[in-house]
């Protein structure tokens, strides 16, 4: 009587080889007259450690990792009898095993380790995730977040598309977008929708927008990344002086960070703390990553406010950075 299936555990094989031992079995199985049996693929990885730092870029482990892994999956899929007789290929294995057991790193992800470094946090939240996690989700997905969006498919799911960037609105975002500002608040779309720190996400010029499927209909539903946290990770600011505060600046004790002038115009009139979070520096002068050019800035949980002096008396004397096109450049916004 034909098997259901016959798993294989191969480990590590290159993916040439591994595609010849498979057919070979595959034929070897139908020479016996069994039709029906697809092969399970149970255990396929590369090792790779991560680096000392979510904030690095990968290392030389975590290339060939992910490597290994977008041409096994790649040419599973376009291989039309590989595709036709593997039922199954499970990578070995989502997580690195658990601290102080390190001889193997086959993880796309390291979880954060509680203190001592002798067990996971209780959390279960990642501390960083590899470069070969970023490619498992291209394959899912069919497509590379940067990839251009068809025209004729956007319009058809009533997305909105925008030919200067090739890229739509996801549905799940776009009456936020329009609701919120829109163009002027949050610019473009610069990416396809993808997975980032566990919600569906899409870059824009100015913002990273979220979907949080536990607030579904609530007004937290859509939520904007906390862009500028992120943004200033590892850097530290000197925090206000609750004691010697200007009656023209708003102290907020929440942050230790005060807001006033035209950005605090802005950040009333525009959003305010819905929309940006508290002040988390005061305002300081910065090199601007996009021109070039000192400004002005302050940054908010959220996102980060210009000053443009050139723009002085109308609706962009306040410009929010564009931290959206500076994070999804740097291309690690997926760690």
Same mark, same amino acid.
């Given at each position: ?46 090792? %790779? ?64 380790? %509680?203190? *001592? *470094? ?10 960083? #995730? ?13 497509? %590379? ?28 975002? %776009? ?17 396809? /929708?993808?997975?980032? #720190? ?90 601007? /990553? ?46």
């Amino acid at each position: 009587m034909p098997w259901d299936g016959v798993a294989i555990h191969p480990y590590f094989l290159e993916p040439a080889k591994l595609f010849d031992m498979l057919k070979d079995f595959t034929r070897k199985l139908r020479d016996r007259g069994d039709y029906r049996s697809k092969l399970w693929l149970t255990e396929v990885g590369a090792e %790779a450690s991560p680096p000392d730092n979510p904030h690095d870029a990968p290392t030389e482990d975590e290339v060939k990792q992910a490597s290994f892994l977008r041409a096994l999956y790649s040419g599973i899929l376009e291989d039309p009898e590989l595709k036709g007789n593997i039922a199954h290929c499970f990578w070995f294995k989502y997580e690195d095993f658990v601290p102080g057991n390190y001889t193997h790193n086959y993880g796309l992800v390291r979880l954060q380790e %509680a203190l *001592g *470094g002798k067990d996971y946090d209780p959390s279960g939240k990642v501390w960083v #995730h590899k470069l070969a996690y970023k490619v498992y989700q291209e394959l899912a997905q069919g497509y %590379a977040v940067d990839d251009p969006m068809d025209k004729e498919d956007a319009l058809t799911t009533h997305e909105l598309y925008f030919d200067e960037t090739g890229q739509a609105i996801a549905p799940q975002f %776009a009456e936020y977008w329009q609701e919120k500002g829109g163009l002027e608040r949050f610019g473009y779309p610069i990416s396809r /929708p993808v997975m980032c #720190h566990g919600y569906l996400s899409q870059f824009f010029q100015r913002a990273v927008i979220e979907y949080h499927p536990e607030y579904a209909g609530t007004p937290n539903e859509v939520l904007l990344q906390l862009l500028g946290d992120e943004f200033t990770d590892g850097r530290s600011f000197d925090k206000a002086d609750p004691n010697s505060v200007p009656p023209d600046r708003i102290y907020y004790p929440q942050s230790g960070h005060t807001l006033g002038g035209a950005f605090q115009n802005f950040w009333q009139t525009t959003g305010g703390l819905a929309l940006y979070g508290y002040p988390i520096s005061e305002e300081i002068s910065e090199v601007s /990553p996009t021109d070039g050019q000192t400004y002005a800035v302050q940054y908010f949980e959220r996102n980060r406010f210009e000053y443009h002096p050139e723009a002085a008396g109308t609706q962009y004397e306040v410009q929010l950075g564009l931290l959206g096109s500076n994070l999804f450049k740097s291309d690690l916004w997926w760690r």
